[in-house]
């Protein structure tokens, strides 16, 4: 098994399980026919502080479920393989942080799903690529503007039966984290891509100098003929 494989199954272990643990409970719950929503984040009060652990496992129903649960791999896989060395803190902080928050800011209602999590990742990727400027993160965060730049609106309270705080509270915990590891996972650069550049420069000179010639001797045949 090479290398690069090796790690791309490493990163599939965390969110893959995250994942299953939250459909698991969600089966279980209907299956059961007990609703789990008592055990969600009710902000300013003692029983709602069990939520900051609880509240990201529940969903209110399989769409809310499936609607976190594709991000989540994505963004998951995404961090794990290519910010190895930062990708646990970042989910644990997104993970407890943005509850923590909303525990404190949000208002008084039960806040469930793992969409402040995901609003965390998307924030931590965007914000990464904007801070480190390397080939590989601004890349990634061009990759995560275009598949989840509408997320954007779910900060703002919209839509009604949305926690608009644990997405925005989750994106700004995600701007924290990246700034917090910015100096972490530095972007390896590869000997074939200095090549490419000198190779590039390289044949921009030939261009130039084949295009200065050219024009030179153009000169020269106005000359003559004058």
Not at 15 to 37: A, C, D, N, Q
Not at 73 to 102: A, D, H, M, P, R
Not at 193 to 205: A, G, M, Q, Y
């Amino acid at each position: 098994m090479t290398e690069e494989k090796a790690k791309f199954i490493r990163s599939l272990y965390l969110p893959v399980s995250f994942v299953l643990l939250i459909t698991v409970l969600k089966v279980v719950e209907s299956i059961s026919g007990y609703s789990f929503v008592p055990f969600g984040l009710y902000p300013r009060t003692i029983h709602g502080l069990l939520g900051i652990i609880t509240s990201p496992l529940i969903h209110g129903s399989f769409n809310h479920l499936y609607s976190n649960a594709i991000p989540l791999l994505v963004l998951g896989i995404s961090i794990n393989y290519f910010y190895q060395e930062s990708s646990k803190k970042v989910f644990i902080i997104s993970y407890l942080l943005t509850g923590i928050l909303v525990w404190i800011f949000a208002r008084s209602s039960y806040h469930i799903g793992a969409s402040g999590v995901v609003y965390a990742l998307v924030s931590f990727l965007f914000f990464s690529g904007v801070i480190k400027k390397d080939r590989r993160s601004v890349t990634l965060s061009l990759l995560v503007v275009f598949l989840y730049g509408g997320l954007a609106y779910g900060v703002f309270p919209i839509k009604e039966g949305v926690s608009w705080e644990s997405h925005l509270l989750g994106g700004i915990v995600g701007l924290l984290c990246a700034i917090l590891f910015r100096k972490k996972d530095v972007y390896k650069r590869y000997d074939w891509e200095d090549e490419e550049i000198e190779e590039d420069v390289r044949n921009l000179e030939v261009s130039y100098k084949k295009g200065y010639q050219a024009n030179s001797e153009w000169n020269d045949y106005e000359d003559s003929g004058r």
